[in-house]
DNA sequence: TTATGGTGGGGACAAATGTCCTTTTTAGTA
DNA sequence: TACTAAAAAGGACATTTGTCCCCACCATAA
């Protein structure tokens, strides 16, 4: 549920220390939207610490969430290659901290170093693996097992993110989410 | 509704003219199931002509559409960057012409050319952009909704494409997809 | 202390969608 | 031509989910 990319952050970190490139450190606090939808930015982020949400909101204030990113997930990337506006917004949850890079830093690293080039083709394929399956599985099965197969990946979710989070990120309303929980419970407890 | 990549397959296409790649041309006749989900391939291809539907398959036999694929769209290439089963199917809706490369010839090819690096990292960016709001949108709207969407990007879809596909697309059932285009067609022909 | 706003929880009803089944249409083939 | 299978269309009913409320709890500011 809350995606991670350990293999990124450490060779992320080893460049930052190394001190070759212009990569800054930036530390946010908790509900700060670091980027915002339909807007151009001119930075890639790298999360080193806390967890993001990362969605999408529609004219009638719905949020839509793709993912929760942590730590070793980059975002405002996709960017640099179709040079549109951004698709989603990205707000901390949690206290954040990430490294972050100019486009122009971000190409030249691509170009010069195949291992980051590497490892960002890869994160972005799996950003595509992972979303695939997600959204098949939201769109055909009920919301209850939604929920099992997030207890499953992410036991303590509840306690981390909030119910208007976790509804937004299944795709249903808070309502219905607090429906499906109780049914859950009511049937757990017969046993 | 239907992907394409024009950029993409005029170049894959140069370079298979230039002969110095092992890159094959293939053919298929339309339902012709090309990769399954869950198995190993060693192949990437890439579409010169035709439309494939690419899904996923659950337990239960229902599909889910992720998306269809027309000229210049790439499948099998995920499988590169993260060496596991596909997840996906991709099957043929039309008479299909690919071209297709080995893994090691894909590989060789993002490391020496890097036009041909920053094409592929475009359409795995691309890729996501793309179904990031689509995913989105299908939650959140009613089905009309959806399908007023569809005929805007493609007016002909209901020609090309089956309802049952339509309907594994948008992720509802054949009956809700009738039950909604004949709403739309009593509403429309009121003026 | 008293407001006040955010979050969690849930009742009652409405609307959307699914399930199951039947009929019609179409396309292909013996 | 007649037969068959698959696709398209839709009726009737069940289920799921959404909408619109209201209430309780808790933190915090006035």
Redesign the pocket.
Known sequence: MIRTNPELTSYVKKLFVSGLYEIVEEKFPSKHRIIEQDRRYNKVYFITEGITKCYISDENGREFIQEFLGDGMEFGELEVFSKKYTICSVESITPLKVLSISHSGFNELLETDSHFNRLIMKALADKIRYKAPRHSYQ?S????DNIIQLKKVFPEF?EV?????I?NYI????????????EL?TKTDLY
Do not use: F
């Open positions: 769109h099965y009920p919301i209850e509840t993110i909030s119910k208007r989070d509804a795709g249903v309303t808070v309502r219905s989410l607090n429906r499906a929980l109780k419970k």
